[in-house]
């Protein structure tokens, strides 16, 4: 062997023996990197790595008072937690958003488990522990497989509170079944006809680059963005959700009929819109067309926060939720106390129903 193949069979050798202790490295240590997001290898160990998180943070908040229970449906097994089954205080239900699941509401859940009754589903085909019986479902059926959920659970009328994809379907609900729904509570909600199709365009073709430049319009408050570790991984893993092809599968479905623009003045329930003012995934006209189309509605800006308010404002939105049910003469429990201290309280402003949607 000459001595230039001796070099480039060492040279060749050496970057094998690189590629795999990489690859074994990035198996074991998570790391959010965009030159990996096509190895099959690191994203099957990422997606094993979540759901045994997921697993252990169920059991967790098992032990910690919120039951994990299944119900079964028309569409399925619906997973979901309960603060307490035989409780007499009234149901407050969280729906979480596209991609995500139940435990997005896991902080707000405890704060407000002394106050009511909670109750926090996993929409089949997220991210959560619902098995539905058919590999897509549409809109519609979301909200009818969530329509069964609350009347099986309860036989009160419930104040709900949706965030995004659980903002339109808890609207729906309100507007469709109105005796179901006492008040409503709506954190940076979808399902209006504005740029309809924009967010499905930009899912169907949405790679990595493109993700890291969006992301911040979606987690923009500490310690999402300001956090290393933690803004990586909470990156990555909301990066594979929403690649996830039944969430493109549901997006691919939606049809203008499914938008809720037209069932707006149905909503006859007292309304609280929170609207993070940084947000980029939805349209920020949104949040003046409810303010000026349900009739009881109280509006207001969260500033310095962007999608996901229930993550990135935990403090904020139990101040406004807990000020909207008039819930202030209960005493706050232990965790609310440790999170009110510890977190960073936004400030918030009314939505004027005639401020230029240009500004924003």
Known sequence: MTQRNFSLGFLSGNMDVNRYLQLKLLQIIIRPAGKVENFDVIKSTEIKVDRTISKCFKKILNVTGFKSKVIPTKFGQLHYYDSD????????????GLGS?????????????NKRRIIIPD????????EANNPVMDFLQHAESLIEFISTTTNQSVDLCGLSLGGWLSMYIASTNPKLVNSLILMNPAGLKINPFELRDTLTFLSWKKFQKLYPGILKAFPYTGFPLLSKTAKRSLFRNLKDDRIKDLLKLTKETHFVDDNLKNINCPVLLLWGKEDRLLSSKIPIVLSKSIKNIDAKWVEGCAHVLSLEAPATCFHEINEFLNLK??????????????????????IQKKENDHDY
């Not at 929409?123 to 619902?130: N, T, Y």
């Not at 003469?329 to 402003?349: C, D, E, G, R």
């Open 101 to 113: 699941s139940a435990q997005s509401w896991w902080i707000l859940g405890k704060m407000f488990e």
């Open 329 to 350: 003469s209960i005493k706050n429990n232990p965790f609310t106390q440790s999170v009110l201290s510890a977190s960073f309280a936004y400030h918030t402003t009314p």
């Open 85 to 96: 089954p035989n409780s007499n205080l009234k149901p407050l239900i969280f729906v979480h």
């Open 123 to 130: 929409l089949f085909h997220m991210s959560g522990f619902s």
